[in-house]
């Protein structure tokens, strides 16, 4: 079945960096752009970015521009969000999402995502 397990998640101070990693099992990786969502406690979940098939298109919240950078591995099927500049309220629950439909214009929306995984924990402290 679909598996996509998040790690690298943990507790770092303001202007830290963290990497995630996701890895992805039982669907064809090559074929679905990638993305990571957030939740902090009280909010809804919200887009932080998002990968094409090729890694030839990515797209950030405007929150995380210039502060965090997505790729992704074909060969190894997996995704990063590595994450620089952490901030206080960068904290939230970090979701690797997968999807075979979405497009460029609803990427933004977390229904349009098929695939999820359990998330990982980050906490900047100020």
């Known amino acids: 079945q679909v598996q996509l397990a998040e790690s690298g998640g943990g507790l770092v101070q303001a202007g830290d960096s963290l990497r995630l990693s996701c890895a992805a099992s039982?669907?064809?990786?090559?074929?679905?752009?990638m993305g990571w969502f957030r939740q902090a406690p009280g909010k809804e979940r919200e887009f932080v970015a998002a990968i094409d098939r090729s890694a030839s298109i990515t797209y950030y919240a405007d929150s995380v521009k210039g502060r965090f950078t997505i790729s992704r591995d074909n060969a190894k099927n997996t995704v990063a969000l590595q994450m620089d500049s952490l901030k206080p309220e960068d904290t939230a629950v970090y979701y690797c999402a997968a999807s075979s439909v979405v497009t460029w214009l609803d990427y933004r929306k977390p229904y349009r995502w098929n695939h999820w995984g359990q998330g990982t924990q980050v906490t900047v402290s100020s």
């Open positions: 039982g669907f064809t990786f090559s074929s679905h752009r």
